[in-house]
């Protein structure tokens, strides 16, 4: 059920010869405990693998399952630095209320939940889990609490000689400041640990997304804070001292070399709040300036680059290549109508169809900022589609999402993915913009999806009449909505290809090419692909 960059990846679960077993990824790295044993981590690092580990907690509890074992054991760190989130083998979608508990074990790997049992890893575990009460999200947050408390403080928050006094102590015990084992520890990271760490679970945070939130928005500002700290200039002991202004009040004197900063700055206070204040106003330029230029890909000047890659099915016995391909297709058409946004071409992405293929290293190889990847699988009438965005540099995931929609409603998936792409990259588009991303060519699913047909075909170009193919499904379009205007541009250009092949005469083909066209523009006047055409043929 779960399909995200930070969660193990479960190909099959498989019987044979009356053994159970799982298939998964491989994962080439080490576990958080054995990193935390090797060495302490920084807070930077720490909230790396945090926001990752809330990231996938946020995927896993959008579908409706509490893990109810989070602990460094099962996290697992790569060695580029992507963070999965393993074994969900005591997740559940609903826990039932018990009464009585065993307090004795450290982990209780029962699947089958009974009266009495607790489950999970007793230092791990929140109040209500360790009562043996019911159990939902927040118990997974209060157990992320614990675990990144122990990644900054190099402790458990919560101990004991036995287990019953551990538990105790998870009950009834607040666990020491964080300042008292982490000097000059950001006050938002001890606000944000708390907040997991709260015995009611109406106190602490209701939803992992809000938790992700706060960790990425302090991520990035201790991120800028450092750039902006490296763009200052070092400091001098013996600095220049600004003098007075002279009676003119255009000259300044240099003041003694002995004169240290700080004494000069209480000698001529105005002009020192003067300068500080340009120094600052210069220094948060440059910080901007080289925060925002570290995101921009090779070549792209002040816009956000994308790769769009052909989808993949979910079920690899039934693939639909036509609408893995014709998704992608059109979610690029849509980009790039905005000016601010590089969007990677069709051509430059249809390769990346293996079903094994890394989008993070195809994003890296296209060189742009984020990557879009995502699976979808027809059934019937109905769809399914999972789409994600990752930034290329890290592998962090910026958002994914489900659909489980009636195909009739493909559109509205695309309008919701095309949203959240400009949401994400954080652009501010023009009413004329906001009108093109959401135009739909066509209301009809009949015809999007004949449409979606003669374009494989078109992209693919195998050998054979595929040029006679392909236009037999755009014209079946045109009968289906006569005003497609991208049917007839995808006639006009399987009319030039014919006469380039010699299967039609030159003149023939010309003039069924543009009058394809003229269609398309008669309909919509600012379509590129109709433009693009017509500088095909002349």
């Known amino acids: 059920a779960l399909n995200h960059p930070n969660i193990i990846t479960v190909h099959e679960i498989v019987v044979e010869s ?152 998870i009950l009834k015990s607040e666990p020491a400041p964080l300042s008292q084992y982490v000097s000059e520890i950001p006050q938002e990271l001890e606000r944000i640990v708390g907040r997991t760490l709260r015995k009611n679970a109406d106190e602490r945070y209701q939803h992992s997304k809000d938790l992700l939130i706060d960790l990425r928005d302090l991520k990035e500002e201790l991120e800028f804070t450092a750039k902006l700290e490296r763009s200052a200039p070092p400091k001098v002991e013996n600095a220049t001292a600004i003098s007075q202004a002279t009676t003119g009040g255009a000259n300044f004197r240099t003041a003694e070399r002995q004169h240290t900063l700080s004494q000069t700055i209480k000698r001529h206070k105005p002009l020192a709040a003067f300068a500080l204040a340009a120094f600052l106003v210069g220094a948060i330029g440059l910080g901007y300036y080289l925060f925002y230029a570290g995101k921009t890909a090779p070549g792209v000047g002040d816009k956000k680059s994308i790769a769009v890659l052909p989808f993949k099915p979910l079920n690899a016995d039934s693939r639909d290549e036509a609408l893995e391909m014709g998704m992608a297709e059109t979610l690029i058409t849509r980009l790039s109508n905005l000016g601010q946004v590089v969007v990677r ?44 965005l990752i930034n290329t540099r890290d592998g962090t995931p910026l958002w994914s999402e489900q659909f489980d929609e009636n195909f009739t409603d493909i559109f509205k998936v695309q309008d919701s993915i095309a949203g959240r792409i400009t949401n994400a990259l954080a652009l501010r588009l023009s009413r004329q913009e906001k009108e093109q991303l959401a135009k739909h060519y066509t209301d009809s699913p009949e015809a999007y999806q004949l449409y979606l047909q003669g374009e494989y075909l ?29 049917a007839y541009i995808g006639i006009a250009e399987c009319y ?17 090419a543009r009058s394809n066209i003229m269609k398309a523009l008669e309909i919509d006047d600012t379509l590129a692909e109709a433009h693009n055409a017509l500088a095909e043929l002349k």
């Open 18 to 169: 009356g053994t159970h077993f799982i298939a998964t990824e491989f994962i080439e790295g080490e576990t958080l405990r054995r990193k935390l044993k090797a060495a302490g981590l920084e807070i930077g690092e720490t909230l790396n693998i945090a926001t990752q580990i809330a990231a996938a907690l946020d995927a896993s509890h959008r579908s409706g399952i509490v893990h109810r074992d989070i602990k460094p054991e099962n996290v697992m760190v790569r060695e580029d630095g992507l963070v999965k989130v393993l074994d969900f083998g005591l997740a559940k979608f609903a826990e039932k209320k018990t009464e009585e508990v065993d307090r004795e074990a450290a982990t209780l790997a029962q699947v089958i939940t009974e009266a009495g049992m607790i489950l999970g890893t007793v230092a791990y575990m929140s109040p209500e889990q360790a009562r043996g009460a019911q159990v939902d999200a927040r118990t997974d947050i209060f157990s992320f609490g614990v675990m990144l408390y122990e990644m900054l403080a190099g402790c458990q928050p919560f101990t004991g000689e036995t287990m019953s006094d551990t538990l105790a102590a």
């Open 345 to 388: 071409p069709m051509s430059a992405v249809r390769k990346y169809t293996d079903l094994q293929q890394d989008s993070i290293k195809a994003g890296q190889e296209l060189q742009t900022e984020v990557v879009l990847d995502g699976s979808i699988q027809k059934a019937g009438e109905r769809v399914r589609v999972t789409v994600r």
């Open 458 to 486: 078109w992209l693919n170009r195998r050998k054979g009449n595929w040029a006679e193919q392909s236009l037999t499904y755009y014209q079946r379009a045109l009968e289906k909505d006569p005003n497609f205007a991208l």
């Open 496 to 512: 030039i290809r014919l006469s380039g092949q010699g299967r039609l005469t030159g003149r023939d083909a010309e003039n069924k």
